[in-house]
Structure formats: C-alpha cells, structure tokens
C-alpha cells in the first residue's frame, strides 16, 4: 500500500510546481503578457485533456502477452510517463534555450507551448495508470477509501515539500519581488531558484518512481490464476462496455463531482500565490508558506477522514467540506487588505476543505467502479478529460481579464 501511495509522487511534486508558480513564472521572470500565458496554460490542459481518453483506453488493453504477463498493462504506461516527465521537467522552468533580448514573445510563448504540450501528454500516463492501479488493490470499499486517503496525503506531502523548498530559496534570495525587470538576464538570482526548484523536484519524484515500480505487482492476480487459484465474481469484476458507462446516470453525477473537486483544488493552487501577492500585497515569501499552512491543515484533516467515514457517509463529507471551502473563499473575497492577517483562519478552513474533498470524491469514483477493475482507465481518462478541458478554458477567460499591469 506504500509502495502504491507513492506511485503519484513525481507527478504531485511537478504539478504543485507548475500550478503554484507557472503564471508567475511565465509573466513575472519570462515577460510573457498574461494572454500568452493564459494560451500555454490552455494549451497543456486540451493536450492534457485530448490524450487522456487515450491513455485511459491503452491502460484497459495489453501491449502485448509478455508486458502483460511480466510488468503490467497500467505500470508500462506509468513507467513511460515517468521518463518522458523526467526528460521534459527540466526545461520547462529554465530561459528559453533559442531566446536572447531580441526574441519577440510569440516565439517564447511558442516555445514554451511545445514544451508544456509534450508535459501534458506524459503527465496523464502516469495519473490515469496510478488511478487506474486502486481498484486492482482496493478489495474492499474501507480499502479504497484508505488508499485514497495515502495519496491525498502524500499529495498534501508533496506540496509541502515543494512549498518548505521554495521558501528557503526564496529567503536566500535577496531580490524583495519577482518582477520581470529583475530577471532580464539568465544569470539572475530568480532564474537559480527555478533552476534549483527544478532539479530537488526532478530527483525526489524520480527515487519514489522507482519505489513505486519496485513494490507494486500488478500482475499477481494473473500468475495465482495460471496456478490454479480461483478468485470470486466479485473480484475478477465484469467490465463494462463505454456504452454502458455512458447510460449511467450515476456516472454523470461522479463527473460532475470529480471535475468540479479538481478545478477548485487547481485554481486554488494557481491563482491564491497571486492573490497573495498582487491583492494582498504580502511579501514574496507567501507564496510559499501559505501554501504551505493549507496544506499542513489538508494532511491533518486526510487523516481524519477514515474515522469519519464510522459515522457519515462520503456524500455527507463531501457536502460539508464544500460548505466550508465556499465560505473561506468568500471570506478571502471580501477581506480588504488593510486587515491581510485576518486571512489565516480561512486559509486553514480551506485547506481542511478542499483536502477532504479530495479524498471522498476519489472514493465514491472507486465506489462506482465497484468490481469493473478492467474498465476502470476508461472511466478516470474520460472524467480527466473534462476536468482539464474545463480547467484550461477556465483559466484563460480568467487571464484575458487580467489586467496587465498584475502580470
């Protein structure tokens, strides 16, 4: 179960990377006018969102007998999408290696562009394949919402551990803002602190890839059954065709669910440092430990969701933790910044929030999957595919609203 927990490490670790400071990177330190961004931004989710129905329908097929027999149908697509990330990561927060002062923006904007579509398409192997993996070692519903509850954790983990990183290079950065006309030139203190950010993330995720891919046997099941061993109906499962997912009225209301938990968790992410920062007017180190503060608070209330779950159902902790994620944003919308500090206490309620959103949410998708394991890629890449095209579409009409003078 550790082994599986950490599957999602590298792709955690990057992400929290890319959501927290990609439009601060891209507007503050390369120059990019917020339109451009928010048109990288769109573009890595629909390549995101159009390869992950893919993906997903690969992960329910065999490459061929012996990967399927040796290492795994799901774990294959893992391990690509883990060399392809590590091949990718580096670039995408370091200068553009074709651009000097006279490069015009559509070229940076370009450039970055290709990078962040070919991210895109290696992020969502390993997503669709971890997510895919726990209803294969989930036996039992108290089994699923555990696993979910290891890697909303571990999520939470990672963004703390991205957070504490950035924060120490932050404080040993002697620039008082990250402004683009600071960062001009490669050899700036900003562009090492993403540079350093990009290596930690790089070599952490890597080892617990390689954990991951030591301690999760995806093929078991398969070798008992050619020993001999019979599993139950309930075990082997019933795969379903996408037709028949696609009658399902429940399927349409866990899609809902599951988009709508992701896009709040991403927009947080992406857009509270920037509030932080431009609205609240707190210095640059913010951006890393109020972060850091929601998601301490997230691994606190991860942790109390098994026993919650004794005396309430996932839907009753699902609508109570959206309660409350309304009410701290609300809280954060009409606090003026004369008063900033008042915005620990929702900052906390937040992270609570949204963290056991995460976890029920992902535990009635693994409900609904029930005893159809064979058929679960298909189900995660198709409500993956409407939470990252949403959340592009989202976050563009949000920048073209931007004004530029906020970056």
């Known amino acids: ?72 149908n799901k774990k294959i697509w893992h391990l690509f ?41 290696c992020w969502p192997m ?9 209803p294969h070692v989930a036996r039992r ?3 699923a919402i555990e696993l979910s509850a290891i890697r909303s954790a571990m999520k939470l983990g990672c963004g703390v ?31 090492f602190f993403f540079q350093y950010q990009t290596i930690i993330v790089l070599i952490t995720g890597g080892i617990f890839a390689l954990v991951f891919h030591w301690g999760v046997d995806e093929t078991t099941r398969h070798r008992e059954m ?3 061993k019979k599993y139950p109906p309930s075990l082997l499962g019933v795969k379903k065709s996408i037709k028949e997912w696609f009658k399902s009225a429940d399927f349409y209301v866990m899609m809902v669910i599951y988009f709508t938990t992701q896009n709040t968790t991403n927009l947080i992410q992406t857009y509270f440092p920037i509030y932080l920062t431009e609205t609240m007017h707190f210095p640059k180190e913010a951006i890393a430990y109020f972060p850091l503060l929601i998601l301490v608070f997230g691994i606190i209330a991860s942790a109390a969701v098994k026993p919650l779950t004794k ?15 309304i009410a701290s944003e609300a809280w954060m919308f009409f606090n003026p910044q004369e008063s900033r500090d008042a915005i620990y206490a929702p900052t ?33 890449s198709v409500m993956s595919f409407v939470d990252k095209l949403s959340l592009g579409l989202i976050v563009l009409g949000l920048q073209e609203n931007t004004p530029e003078n906020h970056g």
């Open 1 to 72: 179960r550790f082994a599986y927990g950490v599957g999602h490490v590298f792709n955690d670790l990057c992400i929290q990377a890319w959501f927290s400071y990609s439009l601060i990177y891209f507007t503050k330190v390369m120059g990019l006018s917020a339109v451009n961004a928010g048109y990288i931004f769109l573009a890595s989710q629909l390549a995101d969102a159009f390869s992950t129905p893919f993906i997903g329908y690969l992960c329910d097929r065999q490459i061929t007998k012996i990967v399927g027999e040796r290492y795994g």
């Open 81 to 121: 999408g883990c060399v392809g990330i590590a091949i990718v990561w580096p670039f995408l927060f370091s200068p553009c290696l074709m651009c000097d002062e006279n490069t015009e923006e559509w070229q940076k904007t370009t450039y970055f562009g290709i990078l962040t579509l070919i991210f895109n398409i």
């Open 126 to 134: 390993v997503e669709i394949s971890h997510l895919s993996l726990m």
């Open 141 to 143: 519903t108290k089994d």
């Open 161 to 191: 551990y991205v957070y504490v990183v950035t924060w120490i290079l932050l404080k040993d950065n002697k620039e008082t803002q990250i402004d683009a006309s600071l960062s001009r030139f490669k050899s700036t203190p900003v562009f």
């Open 226 to 228: 050619q020993n001999g």
């Open 311 to 325: 005396k309430f159902s996932n839907r009753v902790l699902y609508c109570a933790s959206a309660v409350v994620v």
């Open 348 to 380: 906390i309620l937040l992270g609570c929030g949204v963290s056991i959103m995460v976890v029920t949410s992902l535990a009635m998708v693994s409900d609904l999957i029930g005893d159809d394991k064979e058929s679960s890629g298909v189900v995660y």
